[in-house]
């Protein structure tokens, strides 16, 4: 039973930072990647095609209140809890993303 809360809570979460709702993924690092991506391409109003994942973060002018909220939405596909500078610590999509499945041991694929 917790396990279907879970997926329908992170297909809501999905569907409100990810544009359209799918069955929820297995968390893996394309997922999170992609999340990423096209949580950074929200917020800079630009397509996700746009996002260099290997160019840092500030080059995009996220100042340090993005950079939490942004941390704090990661916790909930995460469902972990994580520190509010990770985009300070892994200053690049791929490198936070390689943090976390590191840290998270999870496969590169789903």
């Given at each position: 039973m917790e396990q279907?809360?879970?997926s329908a809570g992170l297909l809501g979460f999905l569907k409100k930072f990810g544009g359209e709702a799918k069955a929820p993924e297995p968390l893996s690092a394309a997922v999170i990647r992609?999340?990423?991506v096209r949580r950074l391409a929200k917020q800079l109003s630009m397509p996700p095609s746009e996002i260099d994942t290997s160019q840092s973060f500030p080059s995009y002018g996220l100042d340090?209140?993005?950079a939490v909220q942004v941390s704090g939405d990661l916790e909930k596909l995460v469902e972990q809890r994580l520190s509010p500078a990770l985009l300070f610590e892994y200053?690049?999509?791929?490198?936070l993303t390689n943090h976390l499945v590191a840290e998270l041991r999870l496969p590169e694929t789903a």
């Open positions: 279907v809360q879970k992609d999340w990423l340090s209140l993005v200053s690049s999509i791929d490198a």
